[in-house]
């Protein structure tokens, strides 16, 4: 059993930067692909960013080269930086865990709560 704790959300200004951290319980979190996923109001749960337990990243086009994510397997914890957010990043952010690849909603293992990210224009 993986538990996820996600923090650091919240209300910024488009161009502005923000960063979530997720942190998971269980000796096997450095066994899982970690990642993001993200739902807006009236939209469906989307995949974001994930990482490999190696340390190997894969995102989805709309984040490249805005978004990064990170892990430490010594502290359980996986981070999302967000940089040059739009209005259109808004939404819920949950961090998911999942022993193959994180890049679709049916592979996933374990679900955070989830914490929201707001995008002022």
């Known amino acids: 059993q993986v538990q996820l704790v996600e923090s650091g959300g919240g209300l910024v200004q488009a161009g502005g930067s923000v960063r979530l951290s997720c942190a998971a319980s269980?000796?096997?979190?450095?066994?899982?692909?970690m990642g993001w996923f993200r739902q807006a109001p009236g939209k469906e749960r989307e995949f974001v960013i994930g990482i490999s337990w190696n340390g190997y990243s894969y995102y989805a086009d709309s984040v490249k080269g805005r978004f990064t994510i990170s892990r430490d397997n010594a502290k359980n914890t996986v981070y999302l930086q967000m940089n040059s957010l739009k209005p259109d990043d808004t939404g819920v952010y949950y961090c998911a865990a999942s022993k193959a690849s994180v890049a679709v909603t049916t592979t996933v293992d374990y679900w955070g709560q989830g914490t929201q990210v707001t995008v002022s224009s």
């Open positions: 269980g000796r096997t979190f450095s066994s899982y692909h």
